[in-house]
């Protein structure tokens, strides 16, 4: 870290590190992969230097149950990985779903399937949004697309997960990881103090009962036998999920009179901000329409968007995203769709086509 | 036959009380099969946490198994962790609240096959916990089929023919394994079959707590237990089989011990 | 002064590319400029020569990658191979006159062509070659002023080689003021 006080040059790793700290995390549980080891590599010193704590797990299994443990416990908490390491975690994920467990899990992503390779993908889209997990449960995604917003995202991460008891998971990959800009280490507005967070979990952590004036013990857990209560508790799932969509959030830029707008998060909406600011230049009416969270999707900004325009979705994998876009826009309007193959680094200038593909009908 | 309810087993006049509940075992029907030494191993865990005036702040980290409900028994704050995940989850819960005194309870195949890398680095770590680690030598909630500590020759629902060495390798000792680890405070091997045994065991509960709540490491007793559902016994016999087959071939004893003036002695 | 202008720069591993690479982002950042400095990863540094990306731009980036670079700092000759093909129609490469022979120089690029190598030699440290390279380049670019990197260096030198700061404050210099 380095930079006079008001902006320190960080990597994306390195932002979302201190934004975890600055946001309030008291543990950090988590086992190397790269391209997030940076993560890791920060939270070991800057936790303990202020009484955090530190643990570096035997596996993805053992830290997301680690996780699952310390946010049992109202402590703000976090883990960090990266795709092949996030599958190993579903299996906690889905747990901390089912037992009102909030956690943040932080997913640098790579490609796959399989061991694949370090580079940057955004094949997690689905692992992410869709639960993963078993059973049918969600998690809150945030999709930073600069370090900014890395440090940012990561208090926004622990509110969400507070206010709903619920693991959040920040999405980027290997370019949000490893570039490194200028971060303002200043609380977003919308941040949580320690205690708002305490406050939004005193009703339900464990702590020992002698903790609390009436005594009374306390029990989180996924299991429900008895005839008609798993129905009952998946339908309180079901309320709280309804509840989150109000988190939805989205940006766009020069969307107004585009006739095509271009659908993209993370590291692919920041390239093609480079590339449609081009276009327009060139006088071609095209816009951006970035998600910044992917679960709840922006699914009302494409009904708005909609009438008299067109989309064209562009993720660096096989094709996810542009399902969601697509019962979103429910056939309001033509959804075109390019991919970018994983761990091939897409400039500006190489996306300038396939936006003028779609923006001529091709 | 409805179950009695606390009122019915109160003494009534000219009856003395010889046997008393403890706060920290709540007052419920067992769904325990009959003959099972979970009941007993409930029963000395509440009476250690109540003895040592803990149970206010024990966190409880169930496992999956038959013993998956065991927070239904226990009158402390609890979590579920997912299956083998117990000693992972405990990790956590310490992290966050060092302050507390935190327990897992745990079958052979949550401990020794599923969970046996979280528990072996739990234990490393000496994270300062206490694992209660039941071994019947069989899968019992999910109908018999052999665990990580069944018995060369022993027939379970999916070894047939018995165990056997060149399919499925031999029993597990787990306690010896986890005893050379650094991280271990305390580690013993105890029995249920007996009431000396019973005895014996509670010290070494009591002595797996204590390590804990005195910093020095991961405490661990494994309690050798009957199944005599899954073993096709009746409890007179299922204990029988545990004073001559298992305890031959799962040695008791305290294979570590870090306390105060303590010190391993071999069985 | 330009409102835009991004870089690769190339070299062996232990060229010290990245540092100048950091070094040039902190500047920039450090001047008011927005910045991004993206280092390559991955089996390419393993094969020994190494690469990163710094764009400078004066509002907010949003490509940290470059197809085709505005400017380039080429340290090795298999950087200059990769790269020299790649560079911008307008742009400008700075290439190191003492690894890398004259005759691989595409003459349809605008070259500062300088012996980095035998410059910082002469200055008392073959190491500092990368400075004198972005000294060059610093001139080369007119992006942002010479002495905003100087004065960048405290914070991205390793406190250990602190007493190393005037030495590589003179190394940029040199860069700067070379003239073939």
Redesign the interface.
């Known amino acids: 870290m380095?930079?006079?006080p008001e902006?320190v040059?960080a990597k994306g790793n390195e932002a979302l590190a201190f934004g975890a700290v600055d946001a309030g995390c008291?543990?950090y549980?988590g086992y190397p992969i790269?391209?997030q080891n940076e993560v890791p590599e920060a939270l070991s010193t800057l936790l303990p230097e202020r009484g955090g704590?530190f643990?570096q797990?035997?596996?993805e299994?053992?830290?997301i149950?680690?996780?699952?443990?310390?946010?049992?416990?109202g402590?703000p908490?976090m883990t960090s990985s990266s795709s092949c390491g996030i599958s190993l975690m579903q299996?906690?994920i889905s747990?901390m779903a089912g037992?009102h467990v909030p956690g943040v899990i932080v997913n640098m992503s790579r490609g796959g399937p399989g061991l694949g390779?370090?580079?940057p993908s955004q094949g997690d889209y689905f692992q992410a949004t869709k639960g993963g997990g078993h059973g049918d449960h969600r998690n809150l995604v945030l999709a930073p697309s600069t370090a900014q917003e890395c440090y940012d995202f990561m208090f926004k991460a622990f509110a969400l997960a507070f206010k709903y008891a619920n693991p959040v998971m920040v999405l980027g990959d290997?370019?949000i990881a490893?570039?490194?800009?200028?971060v303002r280490r200043t609380p977003p507005p919308g941040a949580l103090s320690r205690e708002e967070l305490d406050a939004l979990c005193s009703p339900w952590r464990?702590?020992?009962?002698?903790?609390r004036p009436n005594?009374s013990?306390?029990?989180?857990?996924?299991?429900y036998l008895a005839e008609g209560a798993l129905a009952a508790r998946n339908e309180l799932l079901m309320k709280k999920y309804q509840e989150m969509r109000k988190e939805a959030s989205f940006e766009t830029e020069a969307v107004e009179d585009a006739e095509l707008v271009v659908v993209a998060f993370g590291s692919m909406a920041?390239?093609?901000?480079?590339?449609l600011?081009h276009l327009r230049a060139e006088g071609h009416k095209v816009g951006l329409l970035r998600p910044k969270t992917l679960y709840p999707f922006p699914d009302e900004a494409f009904r708005d968007l909609a009438p008299g325009r067109r989309f064209l979705v562009v993720e660096q994998n096989a094709g996810q995203m542009v399902e969601d876009v697509r019962l979103a826009v429910n056939g309001a309007a033509k959804v075109d769709w390019h991919g970018v193959m994983p761990c091939i680094?897409?400039?500006?200038?190489?996306l300038a086509r396939p936006v003028l593909l779609a923006l001529k009908g091709a | 036959m409805n179950a009695p309810t606390a009122e019915d087993l109160r003494p009534r006049e000219g009856e003395e009380l010889v046997f008393d509940t403890n706060p920290v075992l709540n007052e419920r029907v067992t769904h325990y099969c009959p003959g099972c030494h979970h009941g007993i191993a409930h029963r000395l865990v509440s009476e250690v946490l109540n003895e040592l005036g803990v149970?206010?702040?024990?966190?409880l980290?169930?496992a999956v198994g038959c013993a998956?409900f065991t927070?239904d028994y226990?009158?402390?704050?609890?979590?579920?962790?997912?299956h083998g995940?117990a000693c992972?989850?405990?990790?956590?819960?310490?992290?966050?609240?060092p302050?507390?005194?935190v327990f897992t309870y745990q079958g052979d195949g949550d401990m020794a096959a599923i969970g046996t890398?979280?528990s072996?680095?739990a234990a490393n770590?000496g994270e300062r916990i206490t694992a209660v680690f039941v071994n019947n030598t069989v899968y019992g909630m999910t109908g018999g089929q052999m665990a990580p500590t069944t018995l060369l020759g022993q027939k379970t629902t999916t070894t047939v023919q018995g165990r056997n060495m060149g399919n499925e390798g031999g029993p597990i000792r787990f306690c010896e394994l986890l005893a050379q680890l650094d991280g271990v405070a305390y580690a013993a091997r105890c029995a249920l079959d007996t009431v000396k045994h019973v005895r014996e065991a509670k010290r070494a509960l009591r002595k797996a707590f204590e390590v804990q709540i005195d910093g020095l490491g991961f405490g661990f007793v494994e309690f050798l237990s009957g199944c005599p559902t899954n073993w096709h016994m009746d409890p007179i016999a299922a204990n029988k089989r545990i004073a001559e087959v298992m305890i031959p071939a799962f040695p008791l004893g305290v294979f570590k011990d870090r306390s105060k003036g303590g010190e391993a002695k071999d069985a | 002064m330009p409102e835009y202008t991004d870089v690769i720069i190339a070299g062996f591993g232990g060229q010290g590319v990245m540092l100048i690479g950091?070094l040039l982002?902190?500047a920039g950042?450090?001047h008011g400029l927005?910045?991004?400095?993206?280092?390559v990863?991955?089996v390419e540094m393993r094969g020994g020569t190494a690469n990163c990306t710094v764009v400078l731009d004066t509002s907010p980036?949003?490509?940290?990658?470059?197809?085709?670079p505005k400017s380039t700092i080429i340290l090795n000759e298999p950087s200059l191979d990769k790269f020299q093909p790649r560079l911008a129609a307008s742009g400008v490469q700075v290439v190191n006159a003492s690894l890398i022979p004259k005759e691989r120089l595409d003459p349809a690029r605008t070259t500062v062509y300088l012996p980095v190598n035998d410059i910082a030699h002469s200055l008392g440290n073959v190491k500092m070659a990368n400075m004198v390279a972005l000294g060059a380049w610093v001139k080369a670019t007119g992006m942002l002023p010479l002495k905003a990197v100087q004065d960048a260096l405290e914070?991205?030198v390793n406190v250990h080689y602190a007493k190393m700061i005037p030495v590589n404050a003179k190394a940029l210099e040199a860069g700067y003021d070379f003239s073939g």
């Open positions: 380095s930079g006079t902006r040059l008291v543990c549980f790269t391209p704590r643990v797990a035997e596996s299994v053992g830290a149950n680690m996780l699952l443990g310390a946010g049992a416990c402590i908490s299996e906690g747990y037992s390779d370090i580079g290997a370019v490893q570039v490194k800009e200028p464990i702590e020992g009962y002698g903790a005594g013990p306390r029990l989180l857990k996924s299991v920041r390239i093609l901000r480079s590339t600011r680094f897409a400039t500006a200038g190489d | 149970a206010p702040r024990t966190i980290v169930a998956t927070y226990f009158n402390v704050d609890s979590v579920e962790a997912p995940r992972a989850v405990a990790t956590g819960v310490r992290r966050a609240r302050e507390a005194v890398g979280e072996i680095h770590r | 950091n982002a902190q950042m450090e927005e910045v991004s400095f993206l280092p990863y991955g980036i949003g490509s940290p990658l470059v197809r085709e914070r991205v």
